[in-house]
C-alpha cells in the first residue's frame, strides 16, 4: 500500500510496453500537436483522483524510460555488428587491389614482346606504302608522257579539212592528257611547257575549224565549243568567231551614215542568228548553251562595233541621230532571245547610250524660255488666232510637251523622265499664275503690267487658263497615255490622279482670278456710274434744254463695258462666259447705281419742296404731289428736267441690265420709277 492509502505498482509488474498498460488517461493526449495541460486534467479527473493519476502517470513515465534504454541498446548492438563487418570487408578490398596488381604486372610484361612486332610491321606498312605512291607517281608521269606524246602526233596530223576520225584522236588526247594533268602533283617545268604549247595549237585548229564549221553547216560545232571549254579557252573561241565569221559578213557593208550602219548590222546579226539556229535545230545541237554562245558572240560583236564607229552616237551631239540609233537597238533588244548570258550583254549595249544627255539636250531649251517667260514683271502674249496658245508660259510649255512626246523625240526608256518632265512644266506655270496673280492684285484697273492694262492681263490669264486647262487633259489623253499602258504596261491610274489634280488646281486659280477681274472692272464700271450724281449740276440754272436720251456717262459706261467684253471675245472667251462675267458685274453695280439715283431723287424733291414752301405753301409736298402739279410744265422746269434725265437713264440701264442678264432683279428699277 502506499502511503496516502492508493495501490502501488512493483516494477516487476510494469508491462513491457506502453501499448500494454491500462492507464486512467488516453495516451493519445500527449502526442497531439495542441496538447494543454489544464485540458487533459480537467478530462481525466472526471473519472480519477489526482492520486490515481499521479500514480499512473509514474508508472508511464517509467515504461517509456524502459523503452528508451531497450531502443538504445538495440542500436548500440547493431553498430558494433556493422562496425565488425566493415573491418573484414576492407581487409578483402586490400586483398582484391594486391591480386589486380599483381595480375597487371604480368601482363605489362607478356605484351612487351607483341608491341616490339607491332612496331616491326608498321614500319614495312609504311616503306611499302611509301613505294606504292611512288610507283603512281611514275605511273602517272608515264601516262601524263604519253597522253601528252599521243596529243602532239595528233596535232602534228592535222588534216586540211575537219573529219570525225581527227577530232575523236583530239577529244581522246585532250580529255587524257588534262586526266593525267589533274592527277599529278610536282609536274616537271618542261612537261608544263609541252603541254601549254599543245593547248595552244590545239586552240587555234579548233578556232579555225569552229570559225570554217560555222561558214558551212555547222556539224561539229557543239564537240569543238566543249573542247575548247575543256581546256578554257572559250574566250579565244569567241574572239575567233567575232573576227572570223561575223565581222566579214557585216564589213561588207559600206555606208557613209551611222544609222545605216548600225541597220544593216543589226539585219546581218539577225540574218546569223536565224541560220546558225536553223542548221544546229537540224543537226540535233540547239542546246541552250550553244544557242547562248553564238548569242553572246553576236552581242559582244555589236559592243565592239558600237564602241569603234558610233562615239559620236552614244554620247550624244545629233539627237536626231542618237534617236533612231536608240530605237534600232531598242527594237533588237526587245526581240533578241534572252538567256541568262546574253541578258547582262544586252542591258550594256542599251546602257552605252547615254539618254541622259540626250534628255537634255531635248529639254534644256525648254527649261531656259520658260524661265524666261516667267520673270519678275513680265507678261508677253498674242491675240493672233493663228498661234494655238495666248501667253509665253503656255506657249512654252505646250511646245515643250509635245516636242518631248514627238514620235521622232520619245524613247519608252525615258517614259519617267518625260512625265516627270511635264509635272514640272506644269508645276511651273501654276507657280507662275500665283506669283502673277498676286502681282494684279496689287493693281487697279488701270494700272499695268509689263505695258499692258491689269484688267487686259487678269482677262488674257483666265483665258489661258481655261486652254491650259482643257489642251493638257487632251494632250494627256491622247499623247501621253497611248505611251504608258499598252507598250509599258503600266496602269495610268496614278498618272490620272495627278492631271485631275492640276486641273483642279487651275480651276481653282481660275475662279479666284474671275472674282478679282469682276471686283476691277466693276470698281471702274462704277466710277463711270458716279455720273448719276452730276445730273443735277447740269440742269439745275443752266436754262439746258429737256433731255430727248440717256445721259453720257451712261453711254460711255456701257460702251466701257462692250470694249472690255469685247476684248475678252478676242482674247478667246467664249459667249458663255462673257454673260456670266457681265451678270456679276452688272449685280454688283445695279444696287450702288440704283442708291445713287435715289440720292439725286431725294436732293430734286427736297428742292422741289423748298420751292413751294417760298411760294407759301405750308407743308412740304410729297413727290406724288409734285408730279402732278407740275404735270404740264414739268420740263419746263430744272428738277422736272432732271426726274426726265433720270427715267431716261434709269430705263436705259434696266434695259442693258436685262440684255445682258435675264433674271435680273427690276423690282429695284420699278420702285425708282414709281417716285419719278
Keep these: 500500500m502506499s502511503a496516502d492509502g492508493g495501490t502501488k505498482r512493483h516494477p516487476a509488474f510494469l508491462p513491457a510496453t506502453a501499448n500494454d498498460l491500462q492507464l486512467s488517461f488516453n495516451k493519445a493526449h500527449f502526442s497531439r500537436p495542441d496538447f494543454d495541460l489544464e485540458r487533459f486534467l480537467s478530462l481525466t479527473r472526471r473519472r480519477v483522483t489526482l492520486d490515481q493519476l499521479y500514480v499512473d502517470l509514474k508508472v508511464y513515465l517509467k515504461v517509456v524510460q524502459n523503452s528508451m534504454i531497450e531502443l538504445i541498446n538495440d542500436d548500440y548492438a547493431d553498430f558494433v555488428n556493422l562496425s565488425s563487418n566493415l573491418v573484414s570487408l576492407q581487409d578483402s578490398i586490400d586483398k582484391i587491389g594486391s591480386d589486380i596488381g599483381v595480375h597487371f604486372d604480368e601482363m605489362c610484361s607478356s605484351t612487351t614482346e607483341v608491341q616490339k612486332a607491332a612496331r616491326i610491321v608498321e614500319e614495312k606498312f609504311q616503306e611499302l606504302t611509301l613505294a606504292q605512291d611512288e610507283q603512281r607517281r611514275i605511273r602517272g608521269r608515264i601516262a601524263y608522257t604519253v597522253a601528252l606524246k599521243a596529243l602532239s602526233e595528233t596535232l602534228e596530223n592535222k588534216p586540211a579539212e575537219l573529219n570525225n576520225r581527227w577530232l575523236d584522236f583530239v577529244t581522246h588526247g585532250v580529255v587524257s592528257?588534262?586526266?593525267?594533268?589533274?592527277?599529278?602533283?610536282?609536274?616537271?617545268?618542261?612537261?608544263?611547257?609541252?603541254?601549254?604549247?599543245?593547248?595552244?595549237?590545239?586552240?587555234?585548229?579548233?578556232?579555225?575549224?569552229?570559225?570554217?564549221?560555222?561558214?558551212?553547216?555547222?556539224?561539229?560545232?557543239?564537240?569543238?565549243?566543249?573542247?575548247?571549254?575543256?581546256?578554257?579557252?572559250?574566250?579565244?573561241?569567241?574572239?575567233?568567231?567575232?573576227?572570223?565569221?561575223?565581222?566579214?559578213?557585216?564589213?561588207?557593208?559600206?555606208?557613209?551614215?551611222?544609222?545605216?550602219?548600225?541597220?544593216?548590222?543589226?539585219?546581218?546579226?539577225?540574218?546569223?542568228?536565224?541560220?546558225?539556229?536553223?542548221?544546229?535545230?537540224?543537226?540535233?545541237?540547239?542546246?541552250?548553251?550553244?544557242?547562248?554562245?553564238?548569242?553572246?558572240?553576236?552581242?559582244?560583236?555589236?559592243?565592239?562595233?558600237?564602241?569603234?564607229?558610233?562615239?559620236?552616237?552614244?554620247?550624244?551631239?545629233?539627237n536626231r541621230l542618237f534617236h533612231r540609233c536608240f530605237s534600232m537597238i531598242a527594237a533588237f533588244i526587245k526581240d533578241f532571245r534572252k538567256f541568262p548570258s546574253t541578258v547582262p550583254l544586252l542591258r550594256k549595249i542599251r546602257?552605252?547610250?547615254?539618254?541622259?544627255?540626250?534628255?537634255?539636250?531635248?529639254?534644256?531649251?525648254?527649261?531656259?524660255?520658260?524661265?524666261?517667260?516667267?520673270?519678275?514683271?513680265?507678261?508677253?502674249?498674242?491675240?493672233?488666232?493663228?498661234?494655238?496658245?495666248?501667253?509665253?508660259p503656255s506657249q512654252v510649255i505646250f511646245a515643250a510637251m509635245e516636242n518631248t512626246y514627238n514620235a521622232d523625240v520619245y524613247l519608252p526608256s525615258l517614259a519617267d523622265k518625260s512625265w516627270d518632265f511635264v509635272l514640272k512644266l506644269k508645276s511651273k506655270y501654276v507657280e507662275w499664275v500665283d506669283k502673277t496673280t498676286t502681282q494684279l492684285a496689287d493693281l487697279t484697273v488701270t494700272g499695268t503690267l509689263?505695258?499692258?492694262?491689269?484688267?487686259?492681263?487678269?482677262?488674257?490669264?483666265?483665258?489661258?487658263?481655261?486652254?491650259?486647262?482643257?489642251?493638257?487633259?487632251?494632250?494627256?489623253?491622247?499623247?501621253?497615255?497611248?505611251?504608258?499602258?499598252?507598250?509599258?504596261?503600266?496602269?495610268?491610274?496614278?498618272?490620272?490622279?495627278?492631271?485631275?489634280?492640276?486641273?483642279?488646281?487651275?480651276?481653282?486659280?481660275?475662279?479666284?482670278?474671275?472674282?478679282?477681274?469682276?471686283?476691277?472692272?466693276?470698281?471702274?464700271?462704277?466710277?463711270?456710274?458716279?455720273?448719276?450724281?452730276?445730273?443735277?449740276?447740269?440742269?439745275?440754272?443752266?436754262k439746258k434744254p429737256a433731255p430727248t436720251e440717256c445721259s453720257t456717262y451712261l453711254t460711255e459706261a456701257f460702251d466701257s463695258l462692250d470694249g472690255f467684253f469685247d476684248?475678252?471675245?478676242?482674247?478667246?472667251?467664249?459667249?458663255?462666259?462673257?454673260?456670266?462675267?457681265?451678270?456679276?458685274?452688272?449685280?454688283?453695280?445695279?444696287?450702288?447705281?440704283?442708291?445713287?439715283?435715289?440720292?439725286?431723287?431725294?436732293?430734286?424733291?427736297?428742292?422741289?419742296?423748298?420751292?413751294?414752301?417760298?411760294?407759301?405753301?405750308?407743308?412740304?409736298?410729297?413727290?406724288?404731289?409734285?408730279?402732278?402739279?407740275?404735270?404740264?410744265?414739268?420740263?419746263?422746269?430744272?428738277?422736272?428736267?432732271?426726274?426726265?434725265?433720270?427715267?431716261?437713264?434709269?430705263?436705259?440701264?434696266?434695259?442693258?441690265?436685262?440684255?445682258?442678264?435675264?433674271?435680273?432683279?427690276?423690282?429695284?428699277?420699278?420702285?425708282?420709277?414709281?417716285?419719278?
Design 351 to 392: 546602257d552605252k547610250f547615254n539618254l541622259i544627255v540626250y534628255f537634255k539636250l531635248e529639254t534644256q531649251q525648254f527649261i531656259s524660255k520658260l524661265a524666261s517667260q516667267t520673270a519678275e514683271d513680265k507678261f508677253e502674249y498674242t491675240l493672233d488666232e493663228s498661234v494655238s496658245r495666248i501667253t509665253g
Design 567 to 676: 476684248f475678252a471675245r478676242e482674247a478667246r472667251w467664249d459667249e458663255l462666259a462673257c454673260k456670266g462675267l457681265a451678270a456679276k458685274i452688272m449685280s454688283m453695280t445695279t444696287e450702288d447705281f440704283c442708291n445713287k439715283a435715289c440720292k439725286v431723287l431725294d436732293s430734286v424733291e427736297q428742292t422741289g419742296s423748298s420751292l413751294i414752301k417760298m411760294k407759301g405753301k405750308t407743308t412740304t409736298a410729297t413727290s406724288e404731289e409734285l408730279m402732278t402739279s407740275s404735270s404740264t410744265s414739268n420740263l419746263e422746269s430744272d428738277e422736272g428736267k432732271i426726274r426726265a434725265q433720270l427715267r431716261l437713264d434709269i430705263e436705259h440701264f434696266c434695259a442693258q441690265s436685262n440684255e445682258i442678264d435675264e433674271n435680273n432683279n427690276t423690282a429695284i428699277f420699278e420702285k425708282i420709277m414709281d417716285r419719278l
Design 177 to 318: 592528257m588534262e586526266v593525267w594533268h589533274h592527277r599529278n602533283k610536282d609536274i616537271d617545268k618542261l612537261v608544263l611547257e609541252a603541254r601549254l604549247e599543245c593547248l595552244d595549237r590545239v586552240e587555234n585548229y579548233l578556232n579555225c575549224f569552229l570559225a570554217s564549221d560555222l561558214k558551212g553547216q555547222a556539224e561539229n560545232v557543239s564537240r569543238i565549243l566543249s573542247l575548247l571549254t575543256l581546256i578554257g579557252r572559250r574566250d579565244s573561241a569567241i574572239h575567233s568567231v567575232k573576227e572570223s565569221v561575223i565581222a566579214p559578213q557585216i564589213g561588207l557593208i559600206s555606208t557613209k551614215k551611222l544609222d545605216g550602219i548600225l541597220e544593216s548590222a543589226i539585219n546581218a546579226i539577225k540574218r546569223m542568228q536565224e541560220e546558225w539556229t536553223e542548221m544546229l535545230r537540224y543537226n540535233g545541237q540547239d542546246s541552250e548553251s550553244l544557242l547562248s554562245f553564238l548569242d553572246q558572240c553576236l552581242l559582244l560583236y555589236l559592243c565592239d562595233l558600237l564602241d569603234s564607229k558610233f562615239g559620236a552616237v552614244l554620247i550624244p551631239s545629233d
Design 450 to 542: 509689263d505695258g499692258c492694262e491689269a484688267w487686259k492681263c487678269v482677262a488674257i490669264l483666265i483665258s489661258d487658263i481655261r486652254k491650259v486647262d482643257y489642251e493638257v487633259f487632251d494632250f494627256c489623253m491622247t499623247h501621253i497615255y497611248p505611251t504608258l499602258g499598252e507598250p509599258l504596261n503600266v496602269s495610268t491610274t496614278m498618272f490620272g490622279q495627278c492631271i485631275a489634280i492640276f486641273c483642279n488646281q487651275l480651276n481653282g486659280k481660275r475662279e479666284a482670278l474671275e472674282a478679282l477681274l469682276v471686283k476691277m472692272y466693276a470698281d471702274r464700271f462704277e466710277k463711270l456710274l458716279d455720273g448719276v450724281l452730276n445730273i443735277p449740276r447740269q440742269y439745275r440754272w443752266t
